[in-house]
């Protein structure tokens, strides 16, 4: 039976359309990365499916538990960790944990052992205010507290925004941990290497699943032929690139710019081209497409199609 599963989830706020049918399904010991930017409905289908709010349309089960009518044992069975910060500022580590534990009918004794690889990093500041912590130390708080209670469905939305890189790889590592455990994991994140780490992922846009598989099926899927070019006037180039004849698409992507060419532009001819637009100094090589180019191919493709 699946840890979760959704079907014709539908939510506006008005005119804005903030979830247009969107379905999937998360196994026990799997992480599902939902992977877009803001705006994309992450948020809003966090709080749909841990029962903090209704959708216009749609149903869904939570560890077996429908979304409508088992409000309460829902949420006895699910861990949240909000985007934003939302525990208690003035309250220590320890205090803050001990109430939530408290909440769930347990206490951080009984349940030490669910937590504590992740507690034992942050236990030496137990006495510290948690709005004294660093981002990184707020974030492993804030999953302690999402499982002191051993919840069967874990949802973290953004969990690693404005965190350090140790602090992500260390947040990854931990999920990879509880996977092994058999918890259900979804994780939603805007950081398109995050797809990696995940079982499957869903590409979001706008309030909708572009599409849902691995990621490997997804890079497999590329079908353009994708160039990184580089010169000494990078903004100038790719202002230039967008207006040649045969490239299909050009985005920014770090030192480089990701290029997709029509079959008939071959590389000495672009060379060429830019050099006559004044690029005299221009490296252009094939490169191996990664879950960014994916995305953005798919949502210019489904745009072109609306």
Partial sequence: MPGL???????????????????????????????????????TLFRILTTLILPDAGEATVDGLDMRRDVAEIRSRVGYMPGRFSLYQDLTVEENLSFYAAVFGTTIRENYHLIKDIYQQIEPFRDRR????????????????????????????EPTTGVDAVSRRELWEMLLKLKQAGLCVIVSTPYMDEAAMCDRVALAMRGRFMVQDTPAAIVAAYDRRLLA?????????????????????????????????????????????????GHADVAIMPASPGIEDCFMLISQSQGDAA
């Fill in 130 to 157: 948690a709005g004294a912590l660093s981002g990184g130390m707020k974030q492993k708080l804030a999953l302690s507290c999402a499982l002191i209670h051993k919840p069967a469905v874990l949802f973290l939305d």
């Fill in 5 to 43: 599963q959704a079907q014709h989830i539908s939510k506006r706020y008005g005119k804005l359309v903030a979830l247009d049918d969107v379905g999937f399904e998360v196994a026990p010991g799997e992480i599902f990365g939902i992977i877009g930017p803001d705006g994309a409905g992450k948020t």
């Fill in 229 to 277: 070019v580089r010169g000494d006037r990078m903004p100038a180039l790719l202002r230039d690139l967008r207006t040649i004849d045969g490239v299909l698409t050009c985005n920014a992507f770090g030192d480089a710019h990701h290029v997709t060419v029509a079959p008939g532009l071959d590389t000495a001819a672009l060379s060429r081209t830019l050099a006559a637009m």
